[in-house]
């Protein structure tokens, strides 16, 4: 594991890695399990990747925790995914804020069940004075219904005449997003072995390098992340320009 770190370029790290942590049903399945035991073990995945970005000084980490689709999962996946979320929060809020950890959520928070809401809202309260990680938490989230929510905004202030259509440009765009605090992720990681977004920061993705491991979400940790960083530190971002230009 230390081979690994000593690998990393501490120079040259992304700022902002998002993740879309994937395979925990399969993960449990294959141990015979039923697929609530693979949302729970992958919470270990969770504490020890947040500690992992947090000892290298990484500056941001979107955590795709639960789409906009996954709210048709069977209703027992659902509430049991919910309650994980909760109690989770519960129990790690502490050691966040003792880690000067600050929590943000994006997503549609409507959508989740008032004592959820609460919790979450107290959480980011509690830790919204620090500065170490961001630590980002994609709920509720899906691309398609953040933009459309940001069209929707923009569409309002342009009827109020506090916006003008001449006056929208990508910053404007950008301004509407949830994460227009934050700067684009450069490296995406997916677990699991598939190949796909999944309706996940599909504006902000535009140039993130994309890593695809098949080790199931439960299992990956910190030495599978460095991994994920050393193939990042051998890409040539070019930004649709040539080798020569950079
Ligand atoms: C990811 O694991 C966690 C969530 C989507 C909430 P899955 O539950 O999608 O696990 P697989 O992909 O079915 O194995
Ligand atoms: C994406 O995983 C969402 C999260 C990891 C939270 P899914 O398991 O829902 O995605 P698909 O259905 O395989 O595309
Ligand atoms: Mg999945």
Redesign the pocket.
Known sequence: MQALLDQIDKNRLPRHIAII???????A?EKGED?LF??FH?VESVRNIVEGCAELGIEYLTL????TE?WDRPEY?VIG?MELLVGTIRKEVESLDKNNIRLHVIGDMNMLPEYARKELEEALEMTSKNTGLNLIMALSYSGRWELLHAVKNIAYEVKKGRLSIDNINQDTLQNYLTTSKFPDPELMIRT?G?YRISNFLLYQLAYAELYFTPV??PDFRKDNLYEALIDYQHRERRFGKTSEQL
């Open positions: 942590m994937d395979g925990n049903g399969r993960w399945k697929r693979g949302h992958g795709y925790a639960f789409s996954n996946e995914l699991s598939e199931r979400w």
